[in-house]
Nanobody, 124 residues
Framework: QVQLVESGGGLVQAGTSLRLSCAAS????????MAWFRQPPGKEREWVGT????????YYTDSVQGRFIISRDNAKNTLYLRMSSLKPDDTAVYYC?????????????????WGQGTQVTVSS
């Protein structure tokens, strides 16, 4: 079992940066693939990016490639999402998710555990 708690969201201006954190508890974090998803207002939850259990591989959706970086610190049981050059279209509730089966997928169905989300609002 993994419990996930996101933090770091807030209201920021376009062009600035923000770092989200996802604190995990439970034994399986260090062996789980992790992902960030987001849900814009009135839209479905969408995949942002995924990181392998050891941080060796990362993948991103095209709209954030080059602007967002996912990292993890397994010693601290924490996942991060560094967001730069933020745009109003990045406004969403951001969720972290864990996949104990290492599928490295982009679907919500590929992830077993979810946090409660943190709101990011980017003003123009």
């Amino acid at each position: 079992q993994v419990q996930l708690v996101e933090s770091g969201g807030g209201l920021v201006q376009a062009g600035t940066s923000l770092r989200l954190s996802c604190a995990a508890s439970g034994r399986t974090f260090s062996s789980a693939s992790m992902a960030w998803f987001r849900q814009p207002p009135g839209k479905e939850r969408e995949w942002v990016g995924t990181i392998a259990w050891n941080g060796g591989s990362t993948y991103y959706t095209d709209s954030v490639q080059g602007r967002f970086i996912i990292s993890r610190d397994n010693a601290k049981n924490t996942l991060y999402l560094r967001m730069s050059s933020l745009k109003p279209d990045d406004t969403a509730v951001y969720y972290c998710a864990a996949d104990s089966l290492h599928r490295m997928g982009i679907s919500t169905q590929d992830y077993d555990y979810w946090g409660q989300g943190t709101q990011v609002t980017v003003s123009s």
